[in-house]
């Protein structure tokens, strides 16, 4: 037995619907070549990564983030939370690989995926299921908040779940609530030693991928339970009761998990606004001569609020070392942008002329894309869920 998929409300139809509209609007906003669609999908799966693994308590910085998934070791030394990390970023790209073949994930497919994220230190089990007991504890208070199964039950009950989510698969259950159920049901059978909780938000993930949803990328919720861990604990911890019990209803886990897709959602629609923005002000920068048309990508990049250094201005500009060193100094000269640090740990970000209108820029997407507003209790007081700017 696992959690049901709970009756849904008249509310959580509502927050759906709501959902599937700003979907719709970043599915076609996606479509429209881009030339930085390319940057923007690698800042948001760097988001998702440092957002998973932050919750484990495994920390890198964006910046950092956004350099193991690029696979930029020069930038990050590489221990043991390089290793972690890539491992997630690893798995999320093996996960939408198989999702473009639609297919349900097998056991095989766990067990690898569980050895991706897990390589890093064998002593804790990568690739096979726990042989002991397991407890989650809440890092902030010191609590213990869940106790999982029995070891002896894990490859019945896994059994029982990856039949479940071929089964999700196959019938009409929406794609953010198929995800929301792989999550549940993965962390609370706890299978693993240790990496359950990033294995059950990559395979939410990768609900949505199967899918076909086009903008999953970017609306997976892993940034956001990184933002907000202490009430994705609060939210598990209550729906167990501290102990496997699938018994009780997953009606309020469903709820935050959608809440969690909303505002996602929400806050992607802000980034997509903002990096039209960002893109139009760096062509008028190329359109006066003031910076190469190759610098494009990487300025957008940085005025997007990433730290930019020389290995990832070649990369995206497709040039040498040197040629990228002699760029970037340009860039420096002409006021564009302004130098942190010396040598190889050197980084660049906007100038300051330009920091400020970054900033007005930050505050004007914050208050037209409101990505904290509550759904549910906009919705079950019957006003409208915002799905557009408020304005622009």
């Known amino acids: 037995m696992l959690h049901a ?7 959580d139809a509502a927050v759906l619907h709501a959902i599937d509209e700003i979907r719709h609007g970043l599915r076609h906003a996606l479509s429209r070549p881009r030339r930085w669609n390319g940057t923007l999908r690698r800042q948001a799966q760097a988001r998702s990564v440092r957002g998973s693994n932050s919750i484990e308590g495994i920390i890198v910085s964006d910046d950092q983030a956004l350099a193991i998934v690029g696979s930029e070791s020069g930038q990050v030394s590489v221990d043991a939370t390089w290793l972690a990390v890539k491992g997630s970023s ?39 299921y726990r042989r002991g007991e397991v407890f989650v504890h809440d890092d902030d208070s010191g609590r213990r908040v869940y106790t999982g199964p029995e070891a002896d039950a894990v490859p019945g009950l896994m059994g029982e779940y990856l039949a479940a989510l071929a089964e999700l698969a196959a019938g009409d259950v929406h794609p953010m609530v198929q995800g929301a159920m792989a999550h549940l049901n993965l962390v609370m059978i706890h299978p693993f030693s240790d990496g359950n909780g990033r294995m059950s938000r990559i395979v939410q993930s990768y609900m949505l991928y199967r899918e ?12 956001y339970l990184g933002r907000n861990t202490s009430a994705y604990y609060d939210i598990l911890a209550r729906t167990g009761r501290g102990r496997w019990s699938p ?66 201005y070649r990369e995206l500009a497709e040039v040498t070392a040197t040629t990228a060193s002699r760029d970037l100094s340009a860039l420096v000269d002409a006021g564009i942008l302004q130098r942190h640090g010396a040598k190889k ?30 759904p549910y209790r906009l919705a079950s007081r019957g006003e409208e869920i915002p799905v557009s700017p408020a304005a622009v």
């Open 5 to 11: 998929v709970p009756d849904l409300t008249a509310v």
């Open 90 to 128: 690893d798995a999320m790209t093996f996960l939408q690989v198989l999702a473009d073949r639609q297919r349900t994930l097998s056991e095989e497919d766990l067990l690898a995926l569980h050895f991706m994220v897990q390589s890093y230190d064998l002593d804790r089990g990568p690739g096979r």
């Open 212 to 223: 076909q949803v086009a903008e999953a990328q970017f609306v997976s919720i892993e940034e």
């Open 247 to 312: 018994e009780r209803s997953a009606a309020e886990w469903v709820e935050f998990a959608l809440t969690a897709h909303y505002r996602q959602a929400r806050t992607v629609q802000g980034r997509l606004w903002s990096a039209d923005r960002v893109a139009e002000r760096v062509d008028d920068l190329v359109g006066a001569g003031l910076a190469p048309e190759r610098a494009t990508p990487a300025l957008e990049l940085t005025f997007s609020g990433w730290g930019l250094r020389n290995a990832t």
């Open 345 to 374: 740990g050197a980084w660049y970000s906007p100038a300051e002329v330009y920091r400020t209108w970054l900033t007005e820029l930050r505050e004007q997407t914050k208050t037209s894309f409101d990505a904290g507003a509550d």
